[in-house]
């Protein structure tokens, strides 16, 4: 009776999985905070995105991952048409074509040696107006690269508009922007930060959200909206329900929801010492995530949750 009456499902084709990339690797990495995860290499990568087209996920989210000594205070590393990420969207796109919605992370965080999501101006801030100029040609090199959709998560103000010119200039209205809309400054990044290996001292309180506040939300919907985003996100998802069911029930573009490194790690770590169901637990936080709203979900457990909901 309750399958019969349930007013939320979880689809496969609900699930985005994001995945790491990491240069210069022969064997993937595990990621220390985050179980079960790992920095991939090439090969990996592209095995991962075929069993991801398996079990019925409909996108995968790239991260990249430069070698050390790549970083740089500008993140040159991203806007290299031969840099990781842009080898691994060339790589999962020749693996699985059009079968997987092939995203990537928009971002200058992963390939800066101060690990800011921006450039920094002579007092070492974020220089917002600066960073955009990035992030257009950041934009230019990802869809040359194949992406299908880009996901700019720096929330520098004026980010989805200036993407949206740049992909204009090179003709690439086919390119969708998934704008990371909704972005609080979260201790729930905390495990990410192995993942990609970030050096970040400090924190993005100047770019980022501040937790205490929701209707600023609205205010950065509207402003995405108008500059042309074509799908929101709301992140981290788990303890911003609140925010993301005011988001879903304003607008009518697709809304997707982040569950970040730290919902997954909180789970796994718990899991780990018996102290809660796994894989009920893991269910139920994505079932609440749809329930709130959101269209598509982003999860470390992608693969395997749309394995199991298929079998
Ligand atoms: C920025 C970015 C971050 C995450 C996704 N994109 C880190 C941050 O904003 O601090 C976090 C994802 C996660 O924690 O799972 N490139």
């Given at each position: 009776m309750r399958r019969m009456v349930a007013e939320t499902r979880l689809h496969p084709a609900d699930l985005i999985l994001p995945a790491f990339v990491r240069e210069?690797?022969?064997a993937p990495v595990p990621i220390g905070t985050m179980p079960g995860v790992v920095q991939h290499t090439r090969d990996s990568l592209r095995a991962a995105a075929v069993e991801a087209v398996a079990a019925g996920v409909s996108g995968i989210m790239l991260f990249g991952v430069p070698e050390e000594g790549k970083k740089d205070a500008l993140g040159t590393a991203g806007t290299d048409p031969d840099g990781i990420?842009?080898?691994a969207l060339r790589d999962v796109r020749a693996e699985v074509g059009d079968e997987l919605i092939v995203m990537s992370d928009l971002c200058l965080d992963e390939f800066t040696d101060h690990g800011h999501c921006g450039v920094l101006d002579t007092d070492g801030r974020v220089d917002?107006?600066?960073t955009l100029e990035r992030y257009a040609e950041m934009a230019q090199v990802q869809a040359d690269a194949g992406a299908h959709v880009v996901g700019p998560s720096g929330m520098m103000d004026g980010q989805i508009g200036v993407v949206r010119d740049a992909l204009d200039q090179i003709d690439r209205d086919d390119v969708a922007i998934l704008?990371?809309?909704v972005k609080y400054a979260s201790a729930f990044y905390g495990p990410f930060r192995e993942a990609v290996g970030s050096s970040l001292k400090g924190d993005r309180k100047t770019y980022q959200q501040d937790p205490a506040n929701a209707r600023e939300s609205l205010r950065e919907l509207a402003l995405d909206l108008e500059e042309g985003a074509d799908m929101v996100m709301v992140k981290p998802a788990g303890?911003?329900?609140?925010?993301?069911?005011k988001v879903a029930q304003a607008v009518e573009?697709?809304?997707a929801a982040y569950?970040?490194?730290g919902e997954y790690a909180m789970v796994e770590a718990a899991a780990e010492r018996g102290w809660i169901d796994r894989d009920r637990a893991i269910l139920e936080s994505?079932?609440?995530i749809k329930r709130a709203g959101a269209n598509m979900i982003l999860t470390y457990w992608a693969t395997e949750v749309a394995r199991g909901l298929r079998g």
């Amino acid at each position: 009776m309750r399958r019969m009456v349930a007013e939320t499902r979880l689809h496969p084709a609900d699930l985005i999985l994001p995945a790491f990339v990491r240069e210069g690797v022969s064997a993937p990495v595990p990621i220390g905070t985050m179980p079960g995860v790992v920095q991939h290499t090439r090969d990996s990568l592209r095995a991962a995105a075929v069993e991801a087209v398996a079990a019925g996920v409909s996108g995968i989210m790239l991260f990249g991952v430069p070698e050390e000594g790549k970083k740089d205070a500008l993140g040159t590393a991203g806007t290299d048409p031969d840099g990781i990420l842009q080898v691994a969207l060339r790589d999962v796109r020749a693996e699985v074509g059009d079968e997987l919605i092939v995203m990537s992370d928009l971002c200058l965080d992963e390939f800066t040696d101060h690990g800011h999501c921006g450039v920094l101006d002579t007092d070492g801030r974020v220089d917002n107006d600066a960073t955009l100029e990035r992030y257009a040609e950041m934009a230019q090199v990802q869809a040359d690269a194949g992406a299908h959709v880009v996901g700019p998560s720096g929330m520098m103000d004026g980010q989805i508009g200036v993407v949206r010119d740049a992909l204009d200039q090179i003709d690439r209205d086919d390119v969708a922007i998934l704008a990371y809309t909704v972005k609080y400054a979260s201790a729930f990044y905390g495990p990410f930060r192995e993942a990609v290996g970030s050096s970040l001292k400090g924190d993005r309180k100047t770019y980022q959200q501040d937790p205490a506040n929701a209707r600023e939300s609205l205010r950065e919907l509207a402003l995405d909206l108008e500059e042309g985003a074509d799908m929101v996100m709301v992140k981290p998802a788990g303890p911003y329900l609140d925010v993301l069911a005011k988001v879903a029930q304003a607008v009518e573009v697709p809304v997707a929801a982040y569950q970040i490194s730290g919902e997954y790690a909180m789970v796994e770590a718990a899991a780990e010492r018996g102290w809660i169901d796994r894989d009920r637990a893991i269910l139920e936080s994505l079932l609440g995530i749809k329930r709130a709203g959101a269209n598509m979900i982003l999860t470390y457990w992608a693969t395997e949750v749309a394995r199991g909901l298929r079998g």
